[in-house]
């Protein structure tokens, strides 16, 4: 099976770690969530897998193949497409235009394919596609900027911040289209603030604060232990090694159910997610 690997991956940003030693499998054709507040890390993570930041230390592979250090374009190249977090379109520039901007780098034919295929995966934006992009509403953007990433037909697709900004009724309109990404073979790394809306797609999970992965499983054992959710949450500026999979790390204060700790507010009142 197809995967793309972090390995021991550090990030610095301004002269500090801001990503400690992360450890990530994403499998193709599932949904691998990355859950954590605010200043995790999660950003400075796909930015490194993306190529605009370099791993020092650490190895991003994909089957086999070592990505770290290599330009955006080759990474892209190599079947890794990136959906940075804040919807960052050309707003002069209509939703068509935005759309072939992706694909300069394709051959005629891919380019084709490519926007054809995310037509097909938005139809919300056929409609659509001669607007200019400062018209669209928040989740015809994010559709915008997930079909520029699936234009190149990617093999895997990093997501960040799915549903920032986004009322809970565009969100469940989006969910679909994560669904089948993966059941087409594509392998989804979905960065999120919202547990609910991740472990709702995910079949494994993880779960990044201060920089460090604290949580390593499924998801259906988050969906189904959310104390374990919370504990992990609960680490901020804590030394202490990351759990196991099925292993709740001791929080740093005590929590009262149903409580979301400082910075963790965002995993406790998630929007709804349809089934």
Do not use: W
Not at 29 to 45: F, I, M, W
Not at 53 to 61: A, H, T, Y
């Amino acid at each position: 099976m197809s995967e793309l690997v972090l390995d021991g991956v550090c990030v610095e940003r301004g002269g500090r770690t801001v990503v400690k030693d992360v450890t990530i499998t994403v499998p193709a054709g599932q949904v691998t969530a990355l859950l954590g507040p605010n200043g995790a890390g999660k950003s400075s993570l796909v930015l490194a897998i993306g190529g605009v930041l370099r791993p020092r230390p650490g190895s991003v592979s994909l089957d086999g193949s070592e990505l770290a250090g290599k330009r955006p374009e080759k990474i892209r190249a190599a079947g890794v497409a990136i959906v940075p977090e804040g919807r960052r379109l050309l707003p002069d520039l209509t939703v068509d235009d935005n759309i072939r901007v992706a694909t300069y780098a394709l051959p005629a034919a891919g380019a084709l394919a490519g926007r054809k295929r995310a037509l097909e995966l938005f139809p919300a934006l056929e409609k659509r596609r001669g607007v200019p992009a400062r018209s669209l509403s928040g989740g015809e953007q994010q559709m915008v900027v997930l079909a520029q990433a699936l234009v190149s037909q990617p093999k895997f697709i990093l997501i960040d911040e799915l549903s920032l900004g986004l009322a809970p009724v565009v969100v469940n309109r989006l969910i679909p289209v994560i669904r089948a990404m993966a059941d087409s073979g594509i392998g989804v790394l979905l960065i999120e603030q919202f547990a609910t809306v991740a472990l709702g797609l995910a079949t494994s999970a993880y779960v990044m604060e201060g920089g460090v992965i604290r949580y390593a499983g499924t998801a259906s054992e988050l969906r189904d232990k959310p104390d374990l959710l919370h504990s992990a949450y609960l680490l901020r500026g804590s030394t202490a090694a990351a759990p196991a999979a099925g292993d709740a790390a001791a929080p740093a204060a005590p929590a009262t159910p149903g409580t979301a700790a400082p910075g963790a507010a965002a995993a406790q009142t998630p929007p709804p997610a349809s089934g």
